[in-house]
């Protein structure tokens, strides 16, 4: 579910990528300490024990441990962690370093709102710096700010950071990104973070917590159109009952929905909550985020998998698309390929048509190959066994963004340009 903002506080739900090893989960422990997310104690705690192995403290082992926290179920709040700057609560998506990362960010699971990039100032650009900043170009967060950490292992010095201030720019403006911020910092040091570097006088721009404040919050899912993607159909004395969750949007009793890929359409009869409330204290309407359950006007057959809209805003029911994706996969992605696709809860086999671009996203090059390799990015047409609700790239991120699977395992993903029929 999308996490929802309070009404005086904004919400933007943010991703920290980069190069393993430049700094992301140092950094990640830097915030939380510094906007006030983790007691002195823990953090005195955390170093006592690392001074008794004789071993140097690290900022990674804040989250290491809430980490193990939450595998223990102390935490209440188990899937994210929560900051706050100035104006904004910051939902930190997913844990850097994860294996599961790129896959996570390609099923959807994880709707960032914006990105910090992260490069190492001794390292600098690497081609996974490229491929996470593709990655987020290919998923539509267009929100990046860039931090150059470790700035304390080049001494703080300006050209080695205008340099890979540079060479980033370039290439995210290559792919219609602009960085909202290139920001120096040394993590593990705590300049640039939350309080601006002494050690950067030559640096005029925002900190990280700054640059974070100024990102825009998420639309709030409630705002955009009805997306409810059916989870099960029960048959319940001789009521049907559809159920699961509202994505976007809101749902009201009396209302004319639509089923798509099946067309079919009913009126909501009646929301349906548990316990039972009392007579007169029906629920009429929920909104994004809630679990529904409802029963129709009238009898008719739907399926796990189609989506509820309304009639004005009604996704396609699309048997062919353009897909722009990014494949994982050792094996590559050529016609022919037998695909599973998953789009929000509904899955159809598929192939692919015609490959009609390959993009290498460490360099940009585009080729006119005809088979997509692990860690490239391609456009293909994927050619459906049967029709899915799909909203083309932009209308509703929710059924805009696919994921494809190969041998049970998601292999690649990406968003669905457009519908050819
Ligand atoms: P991740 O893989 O991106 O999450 O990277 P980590 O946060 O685990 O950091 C990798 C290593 O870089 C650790 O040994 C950190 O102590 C070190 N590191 C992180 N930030 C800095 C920094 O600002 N300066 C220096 N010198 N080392 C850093």
Known sequence: PLPVAAADRPLVRIVIVGHVDHGKSTLIGR????????????????????????????????????QAERDQGITIDTSQIRFRTASRDIVLIDAPGHAEFLRNMITGAAQADAALLLIDAAEGVRDQTRRHGYLLHLLGVKQVAVVVNKMDRVDFAEPAFRAIEAEITAYLADLGVRASAVIPI???????????????????????????????????????????????????????????????????????????????????????????????????????????????????????????????????????????????????????????????????????????????PGHLSTSQENRIGRNQVGEVELVLSRPVAVDPQGVNPRTGRLALEVGGRIAGGGLVISVLD
């Open 186 to 360: 040394s993590a593990r040091e705590g300049d640039g973070v939350s309080e601006r570097g002494a050690r950067t006088p030559w640096y005029a721009g925002p900190t990280v917590l700054e640059a974070l404040d100024g990102f825009d919050p998420a639309r709030a899912p409630g705002d955009l159109s009805l997306r409810l993607p059916v989870q099960a159909v029960y048959k319940f004395d001789d009521r049907r009952i559809v159920a699961g969750r509202i994505e976007t949007g809101s749902l009201k009793v009396g209302e004319e929905i639509v089923f798509q890929p099946s067309g079919k359409t009913a009126v909501v009869k009646t929301i349906e909550s548990w316990p039972v409330p009392p007579a007169g204290q029906e629920r009429t309407a929920l909104r994004a985020g809630a679990a529904a359950a409802i029963t129709l006007d009238r009898e008719i057959f739907v399926e796990r998998g189609e989506i509820i809209s309304t009639p004005a805003s009604r996704p396609h029911a699309a048997r062919r698309l353009r897909v722009r994706l990014f494949w994982l996969a050792d094996e590559p992605l050529e016609t022919g390929t037998p695909v599973i696709v998953r789009l929000a809860t509904s899955e159809a086999r598929a192939h692919v048509g015609t490959v009609y671009q390959v993009v290498d």
């Open 31 to 66: 915030l939380l300490h510094e906007t006030g997310g983790i007691p002195q104690q823990k953090l005195d705690q955390l170093k006592a024990i690392s001074a008794r192995r004789g071993m140097p403290f690290e900022w990674s082992f804040l989250l290491d441990s809430l």
